[in-house]
């Protein structure tokens, strides 16, 4: 039954003059109607939710419950669709079978993915290991990827597959065996409870650890490692390599961008550019993502197709599309392998394939269809990818894109008009379509901007404009192919063209981040906030008609939903750094050390970050204290020997909190009405955030841990936060 029937049977069940709920019905029916083709759009929907809930629990599950559910419902499924049931019973059905897909698909991925995770070592260790690549530079020098093969104090079980080591000077090349001697960690906790789990994050990258080097890198010589990491090594190898070429052709400032856009090595990358391209939202240009994997691929595909059309006797004789499209494969896997195959890089991978494998099946390119082929794959390989920025903002941009094109007018043809005419048309058709596409990208991807990030670029939305014509038709096309003909000599040119669409991005971000106002500091909403804007974003881009303007309440829901009252007081992992809340502030006791948590949790909490002024504060090599209890309500003893009890007295009548990273044996009596946290807390617990429950006089605090929220998971190990690097 079509649409029109369908109305006319429930106007005809009804009076001559059509009531508002018989008019109602009909609506909603219509409604209905028009998800026909759409409703098979919510099944990675529903397996991303599996996922999500799986990473949501407090304790690990075991397998056989979770495949045997998964089993269960998809049989359901598959017996309802083979018995003919109406699509309102086979629907749920469907959902239920990919809601619990996506939960034991995520605990198969764990399953896979386990090694081991290092321990914290009361001492420093000696490392022999292969250095696999160049990573990113931490706060505290550069830093490697490497493979260890030996480590002193750990069985051959307990070794982690690759640590990320900070080291002394310039870092080892990929490919080299050196020697380190080390404070060893696991990979470092959240920096407050319910922020980003950086330990997840490196345990699905088979990440098992953090060291941070004592001494200066020592080469020396190893027997030959495995032939898969043999060929891990030597592609990054080649792969570093090149970004010193692009670094040498442009230079350091110019050339850092470059490199980072071409190999994923940000190495030369100074902290200030950085915080322009951030202060501007320009940052995700410098992550090799979806944008840059449709720029190459869209350009080699362009170019392929018009040189077969140039071709008369070639394309007489081959279908130009698939050709082209076969060509814009093996740029995509080309950039791919040169970039280093980051998570980003992959999942964007994955989209772009799957939009040529179309086109090879004569299909549409690009549909919502497409995109959810997409996203399911992505799930199914990648299930923790449903926690990450990374792919949520992803997605929801490009599904809000899709949507765009679905509802953009098509442009009517010209018979005959002049040139001049035609050429305005044209240009205005194309402005408007890029700041469609920037005003509805940026409204996609705000919520998850202001939930993980707490910063909105106000100006993000000028800077993109100013730099899209530049980033799509000039500098991603030209470092396509420098970095093709570097290696052999011949990138220069395209590279000089390439590094002058990096200084005109770098100078608009420049402009962009010094405006008044650039950056808002947005508090991040409820946990459970996040997941009803993400649902809204869908249901407005997947919703086909009137009624999905019903998201919209929803798809806002982060930046109107009422914000919990800020803690009184954060200590950091192991006690080693706190701040507290004054008057819109986090005022930080040690400024300078882990700088990145306690930035982290400032402005997770819409708070502006501080320094502990000078004048008020008693503080030493190992402590710091407030001279009256109005100054702070927080003492901070970071020495690694715990104080004595003439030292433990004058802490507890300084403050409320005391804060002491050694464990205490015993309190003095002026300890009695003071809340004293110690090294065996911080053990347990991680950080931790502080309320006063009650009047200030009763010195009643609530307390929330950060193992606590995080649960026992595979990947939750408690570190030494002096050797964590979490400031990546």
């Known amino acids: 039954m079509g649409e029109g029937s369908v109305s006319e049977a429930l106007i005809r ?11 109602l019905r009909v609506w909603l029916a219509e409604e209905a109607a028009a998800q026909t083709l759409r409703w098979r759009l919510w099944a990675p929907v529903a397996f991303g939710g599996g996922g999500a809930i799986y990473f949501a629990l407090r304790s690990e599950p075991a397998l056989w419950p979770l495949a045997l559910g998964a089993v269960a419902a998809a049989a359901g499924w598959l017996a309802a669709r083979r018995r003919g049931w109406a699509r309102r019973l086979t629907w749920p059905l469907m959902m239920l079978a990919c809601l619990t897909g996506g939960l034991a698909a995520a605990k198969i991925r764990t399953e896979l993915v386990a090694a081991p995770i290092a321990q914290a070592l009361s001492e420093a260790t000696v490392i022999e290991a292969w250095v696999v690549d160049v990573d990113g530079p931490g706060q505290r020098g550069a830093r490697v990827v490497v493979a260890p093969v030996w480590i002193r104090g750990l069985a051959a079980d307990q070794t982690p597959v ?63 490692p495995p032939w898969r990491l043999r060929l891990e090594m030597a592609v990054n190898s080649a792969r570093y390599a090149l970004a010193e070429r692009i670094v040498a052709r442009l230079g350091e400032r110019t050339g850092g961008i470059a490199a980072a856009m071409t190999t994923s090595h940000d190495t030369w990358i100074s902290q200030s550019d950085m915080d322009v391209m951030r202060d501007s939202g320009l940052a995700h240009i410098l992550s090799v993502s979806g944008l840059h994997m449709a720029i190459v691929g869209g350009f080699v595909f362009f170019t392929a197709r018009l040189g077969v059309a140039a071709w008369p006797w070639l394309a007489l004789r081959v279908p130009g599309k698939k050709v082209a499209a076969i060509a814009g494969l093996a740029a995509v896997g080309a950039y791919l392998i040169v970039s280093g195959s980051p998570p980003p890089a992959e999942r964007a991978a994955i989209t772009a394939s799957i ?43 490009t599904a ?43 409204l996609a991807t705000g919520p998850f901007a202001m939930q993980h990030f707490n910063r909105t670029a106000m100006y993000g939305l000028l800077a993109n404009l100013g730099t899209a014509p530049v980033a799509d038709f000039v500098l991603m096309p030209a470092l396509a192919l420098g970095a093709a003909l570097e290696p052999l000599g011949l990138g220069g040119p395209f590279l000089a063209v390439a590094g002058w669409g990096v200084d005109l991005m770098l100078a608009i971000g420049t402009w962009t981040a010094g405006l008044p106002g650039a950056v808002r500091t947005v508090a991040s909403a409820p946990d459970y906030v996040l997941p009803i804007a993400f649902l809204g974003v869908l249901f407005v881009c997947l919703w086909q008609g009137r009624l999905r303007w019903l998201g919209l309440p929803l798809a806002a829901a982060v930046l109107v939903w009422p914000r919990a009252p800020t803690p009184d007081v954060w200590i950091g992992d192991g006690g080693t750094n706190a701040a507290f809340h004054r008057r819109g502030e986090a005022v930080v006791i040690r400024p300078g050390v882990r700088e990145f948590a306690a930035d982290l949790w400032s402005r997770r909490r819409g708070l502006s970050l501080a320094d502990r002024p000078q004048a008020g504060w008693i503080c030493d090599r190992s402590s710091c204290r407030p001279e009256t209890a109005e100054t702070g309500p927080v003492v901070l003893w970071w020495g690694r020997r715990p104080p004595d009890m003439a030292q433990m007295s004058a802490l507890c009548r300084a403050a409320a909190v005391v804060s002491v990273r050694a464990v205490v044996q015993a309190l003095p009596t002026s300890c009695d009405r003071r809340l004293v946290l110690d090294g065996a807390d911080f053990a347990r617990g991680g950080a931790v955030e502080l309320w006063r429950d009650g009047p200030a006089g009763a010195n009643r605090w609530r307390a929330v841990w950060t193992a606590d929220v995080r649960g026992r998971r595979p990947w939750a190990r408690q570190s030494d936060p002096d050797v964590s690097d979490s400031g990546a």
């Open 400 to 442: 809000a894109l899709v949507a765009l094109v679905e509802a953009w007018p098509k442009r009517v043809r010209e018979i005959s008009a002049p040139w001049p005419i035609v050429a305005a048309q044209r240009f205005g058709g194309w402005l408007t379509a890029a700041v469609a596409a920037s005003v509805v990208a940026g």
């Open 355 to 397: 939009a040529f494998l179309a086109i090879l099946l004569d299909r549409q390119a690009v549909t919502m269809h497409g995109l959810a082929v997409a996203a399911f794959a992505v799930l199914v390989i990648q299930p923790e990818a449903i926690v990450t920025p990374g792919f949520q903002m992803s997605f929801a941009a």
């Open 13 to 23: 069940s009804d009076t001559t003059k059509p009531t508002p709920g018989a008019r």
């Open 162 to 224: 690759r640590l990320r080591a900070t080291v002394r000077g310039e870092p080892p090349r990929p490919g080299e065996a050196v020697r380190l001697f080390v404070l060893l960690n696991p990979p470092p906790a959240p920096a407050s409870p319910g922020a980003y789990d950086f330990g997840r994050g490196a345990f699905y990258q088979g990440m098992g650890g953090v060291a941070f080097a004592l001494d200066e890198t020592r080469r020396l010589d190893l027997p030959p």
